[in-house]
Nanobody, 124 residues
Framework: QVQLVESGGGLVEAGGSLRLSCAAS????????LGWFRQAPGKEREFVAS????????YYADSVKGRFTVSRDNAKNSVYLQINSLKLEDTAVYYC?????????????????WGQGTQVTVSS
């Protein structure tokens, strides 16, 4: 089992930055590929970024490439999402997810564990 708790969300002006964190627990965490997803009001949950178990590989949605950076620190049982140049359309609840097996994927159904989410609101 892996437990995930996100933090770092908030209200930010367009053009600003945020760093989201996801604290993980569970003895298999360090073996898991991790992903970030987001869900805006009235929309389906969508893939944002993924990172391999050792942080050696990353994968991003086209819509966030160049603005979002995913990283992890297994010694601290944490994964991060740095968001720069925030846009109004980045407003959403952001979720951290982990999968027991397999590598990077944008398929949300491939993830076994989910956090409760953290709200990011971008204002004009």
């Amino acid at each position: 089992q892996v437990q995930l708790v996100e933090s770092g969300g908030g209200l930010v002006e367009a053009g600003g930055s945020l760093r989201l964190s996801c604290a993980a627990s569970g003895r298999t965490y360090s073996n898991c590929a991790l992903g970030w997803f987001r869900q805006a009001p009235g929309k389906e949950r969508e893939f944002v970024a993924s990172i391999s178990w050792n942080g050696g590989a990353t994968y991003y949605a086209d819509s966030v490439k160049g603005r979002f950076t995913v990283s992890r620190d297994n010694a601290k049982n944490s994964v991060y999402l740095q968001i720069n140049s925030l846009k109004l359309e980045d407003t959403a609840v952001y979720y951290c997810a982990a999968r027991n097996t397999g590598g990077l994927t944008s398929n949300l159904h491939a993830y076994d564990y989910w956090g409760q989410g953290t709200q990011v609101t971008v204002s004009s």
